[in-house]
T-cell receptor, first 111, second 113 residues
Framework: DAGVTQSPTHLIKTRGQHVTLRCSPISGHKSVSWYQQVLGQGPQFIFQYYEKEERGRGNFPDRFSARQFPNYSSELNVNALLLGDSALYLC??????????FGPGTRLTVT | GESVGLHLPTLSVQEGDNSIINCAYSNSASDYFIWYKQESGKGPQFIIDIRSNMDKRQGQRVTVLLNKTVKHLSLQIAATQPGDSAVYFCAENINNQGGKLIFGQGTELSVKP
């Protein structure tokens, strides 16, 4: 079975631009969570979605938004990009919201 | 603020030795804990989990110990191999926060052949 997939793998954007990152969960998993990982640190929670509803939100500005589709895939959107948004963006899927399995991440570089 | 294992220590072991990686967590309400392994350029890989109603759980070559009294978690890796070299994170899940995982900065394990 395929694990969590994310696209794109790498992305370079300019300050002020908008970005959309995509995630497909493990088949049968209905929960998707998004995390931001800055180099040298542990992942920081951004959002969790379960059955297309937001179940949790971390301490991130409103420039960050997400949604989950009927097939349980998800998008993370970031508007008005800042240099500090450069990071590895990780998606995790779960069947119960507890046991979370991560994808390979999308490396975002903002210049 | 929220924190699990703020510092990024480094542990260097000889191939074949046992490794013990420690983690302090901050929230008494945490009821579920996971250890992840992260290799360079990859996403975190699930290793083993433990719920707060347990104090020990074993997997293949790994054991997790939970001490709720002192809010301490440890990961023991038996017969450490070069392929175990990675950064290891503990993460805690607080039940009333929508499945949010709180990670620390991790421990870098280096295995010498």
């Amino acid at each position: 079975d395929a694990g969590v997939t994310q696209s794109p793998t790498h992305l370079i954007k300019t300050r002020g631009q908008h970005v959309t990152l995509r995630c497909s969960p493990i088949s049968g998993h209905k929960s998707v969570s998004w995390y931001q990982q800055v180099l040298g640190q542990g992942p920081q929670f951004i959002f969790q979605y379960y059955e297309k509803e937001e179940r949790g939100r971390g301490n991130f500005p409103d420039r960050f938004s997400a949604r989950q589709f009927p097939n349980y895939s998800s998008e993370l959107n970031v508007n008005a990009l800042l240099l500090g948004d450069s990071a590895l963006y990780l998606c995790a899927s779960s069947s119960d919201g507890y046991e979370q399995y991560f994808g390979p991440g999308t490396r975002l570089t903002v210049t | 603020g929220e924190s699990v294992g703020l510092h990024l220590p480094t542990l260097s072991v000889q191939e074949g030795d046992n490794s013990i990686i420690n983690c302090a967590y901050s929230n008494s309400a945490s009821d579920y804990f996971i250890w992840y392994k992260q290799e360079s350029g990859k996403g975190p890989q699930f290793i083993i989990d433990i719920r707060s109603n347990m104090d020990k759980r074993q997997g293949q070559r790994v054991t997790v110990l939970l001490n709720k009294t002192v809010k301490h978690l440890s990961l023991q890796i038996a017969a450490t191999q070069p392929g175990d070299s990675a950064v290891y994170f503990c993460a805690e899940n607080i039940n009333n926060q929508g499945g949010k995982l709180i990670f620390g900065q991790g421990t870098e394990l280096s295995v010498k052949p």
